[in-house]
């Protein structure tokens, strides 16, 4: 199942859009997140934002630029 805005119309695109591009391993946690915080769009993009900061950013070095946020 894939998460797009149709499904979770309370939640930004750009977050849905970074799921799409997540590696499938990182997709996976991203979904619990997801299912976690889904009543709360707010603490949603600081969970996800913290977790590509900490996660994607540590385990891939050579990320194109959009994913440094």
Known sequence: ???TSR???????IITCDLYAW???HRIHARRFVSMVILSPIKLMIKVNH???????????????????
């Open 1 to 3: 199942m894939h998460w």
């Open 23 to 25: 590696p499938p391993a």
């Open 51 to 69: 977790y590509t900061a900490l996660e994607l950013q540590s385990h891939h070095k050579n990320q194109p630029e959009h994913w440094k946020k």
């Open 7 to 13: 499904h979770i119309p309370s939640v930004p695109q």
